[in-house]
């Protein structure tokens, strides 16, 4: 069968031939004998076979290369070519293998073939049928021997035609370098030399002939024109963006030719240096590139942006390099729950991209891009699942879907008002171009398994508007119970489309983009909201447990839900209260701003801010109860703060405490969070407001603030007061409320003092006294003594040896067990008191100061010690508080000796630690931090400070699952005595907690790897390095060196994965992570400071034109070495500005120094000084 079809083949070629000959005697152009040729092909014997086409194309380059090799052939090829009656690529794919190696005895046929690949192989026309994709793909890898070339078993269309682009660029590459002398290590047949001085029949070539080997060097001259016009394209650099993204091995070895090309630059024989520079950029800009695409045309292909791919290093890259690290850094600042922020993340995001626009000299359209990208990455860093006492995914999809959007929306306020005319839609349009460019990244849309369904429903909402209006119906915007047979897939676009259509950014004319919609072809059904059906009358306790797990999606049912709450009944207003506190809150992030405003207006509605009568707030308790717990959540809470709104907040939980903290239980019962009573709101209000600021923070912060640290860096209950107070009193006096997310209503409007609430000042006093010093040995108040003594009895009971009963005396009161007792105090010693609220927590310190006092003196065994304390816990959790509080502070006085753990007194961390030590090592290395973490022998039983240990196994005897709320409470403890203990404690409480919660172990490693950086200055150092060599790229011997993994995805890291065996995390989300635990600022300004230096020196270095002129070829240029600076200085601005830096000023003086080594940068030499200038100020206005 072979040999019959080599005869057909041969006979196909003939009869090609004759057409061919017989049209041109009768005169016909080109085109016409192309046209008699492929008339051939239709009737000849493989006329009902399909690809008629791809047998033309064989029979010509078959008889062309090179029996019938004529002038009058290439322009019937290329009329061929031109009417598509032969496919270019195949074409191409066919000549490539035959002229290339020819190329030096057919000089004329080379150049012929050049022409045809720069105009061809820059635009292909691919074909549109299935059947007919297979064959031209097959034929072009059998031709280019692709699948063998690359080690593919089978390549489809799209991958073959990305491989052949990437062929014959590697081929131009190697035929310009090897004709001009260079080596060429290469297995490409297409590159050898050993041909080089012969033809295709072995005989030498003749040199004597001027005219054909100056064609030869003009050949050389038209490669590089070609190969540089291949690069430029866009589409081009998507394909080779692909191949370096996919297979990084094959991309690679183009990179390792680029200082091949540079040396090209001192020949003599060449002059074409802006040819060769436009290449080399061309093709770093393949890797240094994913998201500046050309903003007069959008790409029509689609773009495979891998999640966090974004890098800004392009250090052969002409002209401005905008930098957006700091949206990047800032949102992932933003998501560390451990600090909460007093100032709207919206109000922050919307000056810093006022501020980035300007510096970066971009229009709105790729400012907002940047803002999109950035939190996109933001979301697929994230994790599925909650990790550790830490926001969850839903705190990162706020960001990207409410945050931004009204961010987004305050600036498209002030533009249009600045704007007059027909130029008010001018950044309207801007914003829709920038949605639509990031249809082109849709390996960063890819949402995640918690956001699937909401995508789907979003895209659905535009495939119902569609067919509608399609089946003609009057109402396009009918409800989903219209089209119940309708689905689309959707991503994270059609989410953020959502957003900005609901807040009136754009229209719903985005449902008719291009590929907008993309249905779904399943019969499985369509899970309804029950949203409408409460908006048309249905009883709404019987939708309440599927109204808690789906968010609304208008104001309209919002308004509805509201309704019930105001005026219901009680069985309506408490379902209601837990409604809105649920899926809504967390999910709903279209209306994410109205479900706030309504959830703290239905909770000011009950509270005046002075005392009022306590029967009101008892009658509406179960639903405060639903409010309050609704609220406390780690994911509601850090929401809250996004939104600015923890000043507002904390003014609405200090009624809640001073009411029912001074009311009495109804019976001796411990509190449960479920049910509502007075110590469950008054724990869950108290709780939550202790979350709000630091109020365990002990006096080291006096001796830190000597040493470069703000003692009021962190938030506090005076300073949440005070803004809160400040807002309120500028929004009355400017009558101006429009910019702000929640407005007070007019009861609400007044001041807040802390002087209003005497029981909560007291214990916020004694609070403070606790953590300044020790207790007091006198009390003057007996009823406190006489509280104490009672908890004592009580979580003691049967626990201490006969006649040794623990009690609080003073020497005042040294018979106070034997004076009156307040009510309840002759009760029996087994049963809790019925006390209010306050008078426990008032007590509490002198309870620990007796039972840690026994513990160290052997009175009281550490297992009983921690029963107590859970059971304190037990019956009122506000009591945790206190325990955290005194316990933090008692650890920084360093008075306490150390327990050994020895799995019998207190809990042993052995069976883990050499796994946490182990783990935690392998993190820091990965971040380039290399330091020893364990200095202790291994032979030595771990220990604790008796503080620490107790409160350790207090944590973990508390059930987590059942109370999330006192996460942040422990999690805060915890972290003081980590940062304030001299002994290294990190790693034992790891393991202590390992043991305990095992689905927390990489937020247990990630908390043990910060823990360095509290002490070790020599690890900050390191880190702020590997931030730099991560982003920017390494230094070798003073020199910057090329790195393909950069930029953003190297700095900040890429996806989350769960499934990974080890926890891996980029330099950059540590820092974050730990830059507020530095122990000395001023170092940090320093080193960072240093770094820049350094930076700057290196490029002046690689700019220097003192070298001789054979060794400049590869010098960097001196716009490139701008743009790097540019990036330089952003980046260390940043990192400043999140380290809490105190010394701006200082820095932005030292940075004018000459030590930038900017004065070789000749007329350029102040451009690093500037551009690290501006970046400080920025840094400096920015917090």
Not at 733 to 750: A, G, H, M, N, R
Not at 778 to 789: E, F, K, P, Y
């Amino acid at each position: 069968m072979a040999a019959g079809a080599a005869v057909t083949e041969l006979e196909l070629e003939r009869r090609v031939m004759a057409a061919v000959k017989a049209s041109a005697e009768r005169g016909d152009p080109p085109l016409l004998q192309a046209a008699e040729a492929a008339r051939c092909i239709r009737e000849g014997p493989t006329a009902s076979a399909p690809g008629g086409g791809l047998a033309l194309s064989q029979a010509l380059v078959t008889n062309l290369c090179f029996a019938h090799n004529t002038a009058a052939m290439w322009k019937l090829l290329d009329q061929a070519m031109l009417s598509r009656l032969v496919d270019p690529l195949h074409t191409l794919a066919l000549l490539t293998p035959r002229v290339v190696p020819s190329r030096r005895e057919q000089p004329e046929a080379y150049r012929l073939y050049l022409d045809l690949l720069g105009r061809y192989a820059v635009a292909p026309v691919y074909p549109e049928r299935m059947e007919n994709k297979d064959m031209l793909a097959k034929s072009i890898d059998g031709a280019m021997q692709l699948s063998h070339r690359f080690g593919f078993q089978h390549l489809d269309f799209g991958h073959t035609v990305i491989l052949f682009v990437l062929s014959l660029v590697n081929m131009l590459i190697d035929c310009i370098l090897d004709d001009c002398g260079l080596p060429v290590t290469s297995a490409d047949e297409h590159g050898n030399r050993n041909d080089m001085n012969f033809n295709g029949n072995g005989r030498s070539l003749d040199r004597g002939d001027e005219h054909r080997e100056h064609l030869r060097r003009k050949n050389i001259l038209m490669s590089i024109e070609v190969v540089e016009k291949v690069t430029a394209n866009k589409i081009v650099q998507v394909f080779l963006r692909l191949v370096n993204r996919n297979t990084p091995e094959n991309f690679n070895y183009l990179l390792r030719k680029l200082p091949l090309i540079g040396a090209l630059k001192k020949k003599n024989t060449l002059s074409p240096y802006n040819l060769l520079d436009s290449l080399i950029m061309n093709i770093q800009n393949v890797i240094s590139t994913d998201y500046q695409l050309d903003r007069k045309r959008l790409l029509g292909v689609p773009v495979s942006i891998q999640p966090c791919s974004s890098a800004v290093y392009s250090i052969f890259r002409a002209g401005k390099v905008s930098c957006w690290i700091s949206f990047d850094m800032f949102m992932e600042n933003a998501m560390d729950g451990r600090h909460l922020h007093a100032i709207s993340s919206v109000e922050y995001l919307t000056e810093l991209s006022k501020t980035l626009q300007v510096l970066n000299r971009a229009t709105w359209q790729e400012t907002f891009q940047a803002l999109w990208i950035s939190a996109l990455r933001l979301v697929q860093r994230g994790p599925d699942a909650s990790e550790g006492p830490f926001p969850s995914l839903d705190s990162r999809l706020c960001m990207l879907l409410a945050i931004i959007p009204l961010s987004i929306a305050t600036i498209v306020k002030e533009e249009v008002g600045n704007l007059e005319g027909e130029t008010t839609s001018v950044i309207r349009g801007q914003l829709v171009s920038s949605l639509q460019i990031l249809r082109q990244f849709f390996g960063l849309l890819s949402p995640p398994p918690a956001a699937v369904h909401l995508a789907n429903t979003a895209a659905r909402k535009a495939a119902v508007v569609l067919s509608n209006l399609k089946n003609g119906r009057e109402n396009m915007y009918t409800s989903f119970k219209d089209s119940p047979s309708i689905k689309a897939v959707g991503n994270m676009l059609h989410l953020i489309v959502e957003a900005c259509i609901t807040r009136n950014l754009i229209d719903t004319s985005a449902y008719f983009w291009p590929g907008y919609v993309v249905p779904l072809k399943e019969s499985s059904p369509v899970q309804e909201s029950p949203w409408p059906s409460l908006v048309e009358g249905s009883p709404l306790i019987e939708l309440k447990d599927a109204l808690m797990v789906t968010p609304a999606s208008s104001v309209a049912e919002l308004e509805k839900l509201y309704s019930f709450a105001v005026s219901g009944s009680p069985e309506e207003k408490l379902a209601a209260s837990k409604i809105l506190c649920g899926a809504s809150l967390l999910r709903g992030w279209n209306i994410q701003e109205h479900v706030v405003q309504m959830v703290l207006k239905l909770l000011s509605t009950f509270l005046p801010l002075d005392s009022g009568p306590e029967g009101r707030y008892v009658q509406h308790m179960p639903m405060l109860h639903a409010l309050v717990s609704g609220i406390s959540s780690i994911d509601t809470v850090h929401i809250l703060s996004m939104y600015g709104l923890v000043p507002e907040v904390a003014s609405m939980l200090m009624p809640l405490c001073e009411i029912f903290g001074s009311l009495p239980p109804s019976d001796h019962r411990s509190c449960k969070f479920e049910e509502a009573s007075v110590y469950s709101v008054f724990s869950c209000a108290f709780l939550s407001l202790l979350r709000l600021w630091k109020f365990h923070r002990p006096p080291i912060e006096n001796a830190l603030s000597r040493r470069g640290v703000s003692v009021w860096s962190e938030l506090h209950l005076d300073f949440l007061l005070l803004l809160r107070n400040s807002h309120s009193s500028l929004k009355n006096l400017s009558k101006v409320t429009q910019s702000s997310i929640f407005e007070l209503d007019t009861p609400f409007q007044k001041p807040v003092y802390i002087d209003s609430f005497p029981k909560l000042r007291a214990w916020y006093f004694q609070n403070q006294a606790c953590i300044a010093s020790t207790l007091s040995s006198a009390c003057s108040r007996t009823t406190v003594l006489h509280v104490a003594n009672m908890i004592l009895k009580i979580i003691c009971h049967n626990k201490v040896p006969k006649g040794g009963a623990l009690s609080v005396n003073t020497q005042s009161t040294a018979n106070s067990s034997t004076s009156s007792s307040p009510a309840g105090a002759q009760e029996d010693m087994c049963q809790w008191p019925t006390l209010p609220a306050w008078e426990i927590l008032e007590a509490v310190p002198f309870v620990l100061e007796a039972v840690l006092t026994s513990c160290a003196h052997g009175r009281l065994s550490s297992r009983d010690l921690v029963t107590g304390l859970r059971d304190l816990a037990g019956f009122l959790p506000a009591s945790l508080a206190a325990i955290v509080s005194y316990f933090s502070a008692e650890v920084t006085r360093g008075i306490w000796k150390p327990v050994m753990l020895n799995g019998m007194d207190w809990p042993s961390p052995a069976a883990t630690l050499p796994v946490v030590e182990s783990e935690t090592k392998e993190v820091l290395a990965f971040a380039g931090v290399h330091i020893n973490i364990c200095p202790r022998p291994r032979f030595v039983m771990p220990m604790l400070p008796l503080p620490i240990a107790a409160l350790i196994s207090l944590s973990i005897t508390v059930k987590m699952d059942e109370f999330s709320h006192l996460h942040g409470i422990i999690g805060q403890g915890i972290e003081i005595c980590t940062t304030s203990s001299s002994w290294p404690t990190a790693q034992i409480i790891g393991a202590l907690w390992s043991q305990k919660v095992r689905r927390w172990h990489d937020f247990i490693i990630l908390a043990c790897s910060q823990s360095p950086f509290t002490r070790d200055n020599t690890a900050v150092a390191q880190l702020i390095r590997s931030c730099f060599s991560s982003f920017i790229g390494p230094l070798v011997d003073g020199r910057s060196c090329f790195a393909a993994n950069r930029g953003v995805a190297n700095l900040l890291g890429q996806t989350f994965d769960e499934k990974a065996h080890r926890l891996a995390v980029a330099p950059g989300f540590l820092y974050m992570r730990s830059c507020r635990l530095f122990p000395n600022n001023s170092f940090v300004c320093e080193e960072i400071l240093e770094v820049v230096v350094e930076r700057a020196h290196a490029l002046a270095n690689a700019c220097s034109s003192d070298r001789p002129a054979r060794l400049r070829s590869d010098s960097l240029p001196l716009s490139a070495a701008s743009s790097l600076v540019e990036q330089i200085a952003s980046l260390a601005a940043t990192m400043l500005c999140h380290a809490g830096m105190q010394h701006n000023r200082r820095i932005h003086i030292s940075s004018c120094s000459p030590r930038f080594g900017c004065k070789h940068l000749g007329s350029r030499r102040n451009v690093a000084s500037l551009h690290f200038n501006i970046h400080i100020q920025k840094a400096t206005g920015c917090r």
